[in-house]
């Protein structure tokens, strides 16, 4: 039996992981993968904070319609995003951040907030499942 803590640290380590293949593998879009000095790690901590948050909303939203569902997970991840966008805009600087969506470098968009509601109905599905 695992702890919270260990469930959660699995629960962003295999979203991080999953984020990676996503935008790498699935969607030809290469991203960045964590240095831990001369070896790279396929993980994108956004997507690991994002899958941590879904674990954590998951549990109050259960009993919730779908839409509601859907709203929650689509602003909490965006706030997730957006968060993670300042401190890699204040690591790498405006002009080598890892994302940005238009032309004014926006680290959060509507087409992106929706995204996040329908991965987020998905994750809770793969989510509650991790022991």
Not at 15 to 32: C, D, I, K
């Amino acid at each position: 039996m695992t702890s919270s803590l260990q469930r959660l640290a699995l629960i962003g380590l295999g979203t991080g992981v999953a984020g990676w293949l996503l935008e790498n593998v699935a969607l030809g879009r290469p991203r960045y993968s964590v240095a831990f000095g001369e070896h790279k790690v396929p993980f994108l901590p956004a997507y690991a904070a994002g899958g941590v948050a879904i674990a954590l909303l998951a549990p109050h939203l259960q009993k919730e319609n779908v839409l509601v569902r859907a709203a929650a997970y689509g602003v909490g991840l965006s706030g997730v995003e957006l968060v993670a966008g300042g401190i890699d805009r204040e690591i790498m600087g405006p002009n080598r951040m890892t994302w940005a969506y238009g032309p004014d470098k926006s680290v959060i968009d509507l087409q992106h907030t929706l995204l996040w509601a329908l991965l987020g109905l998905a994750a809770e599905q793969v989510i509650e499942r991790v022991p």
